[in-house]
């Protein structure tokens, strides 16, 4: 079983940057792959970005690509989400989540998701 905590959301201005942190409790984290998704208010959950478990391969949806960066710390069972030149459309709940399996941007292949955390990028 592997647990999932996200941290590092708030409110910043159109144009700032945050960091996004999810660590994971388990033996096993190293060799999941993990991504990103998001849900803003009224709107499904979208795919943000996802990683490999070794951190060698990496994915992002076109709305993020050049802005956001994933990465991963398995030592410390930690993945984070660098997220710069904010938007307002980015403003949303942002979830990550885990998978035994190669990484993807289906959220219904993922096993395990924490409990996100709130962004919200003022204009």
């Known amino acids: 079983q592997v647990q999932l905590v996200e941290s590092g959301g708030g409110l910043v201005q159109a144009g700032g940057s945050l960091r996004l942190s999810c660590v994971a409790s388990?033996?096993?984290?190293?060799?999941?792959?993990m991504g990103w998704f998001r849900q803003a208010a009224g709107k499904e959950r979208e795919f943000v970005s996802a990683?490999?478990?070794?951190?060698?391969?990496?994915y992002y949806s076109d709305s993020v690509k050049g802005r956001f960066t994933i990465s991963r710390d398995n030592a410390k069972n930690t993945v984070y989400l660098q997220m710069n030149s904010l938007k307002p459309e980015d403003t949303a709940v942002y979830y990550c989540?885990?998978?035994?399996?190669?990484?993807?941007?289906?959220?219904?292949?993922?096993?395990?998701w924490g409990q996100g955390t709130q962004v919200t990028v003022s204009s």
């Open positions: 388990g033996r096993t984290f190293s060799s999941y792959a």
């Open positions: 990683i490999s478990w070794s951190g060698g391969v990496t």
């Open positions: 989540a885990g998978r035994n399996g190669a990484l993807s941007a289906e959220p219904g292949l993922y096993n395990y």
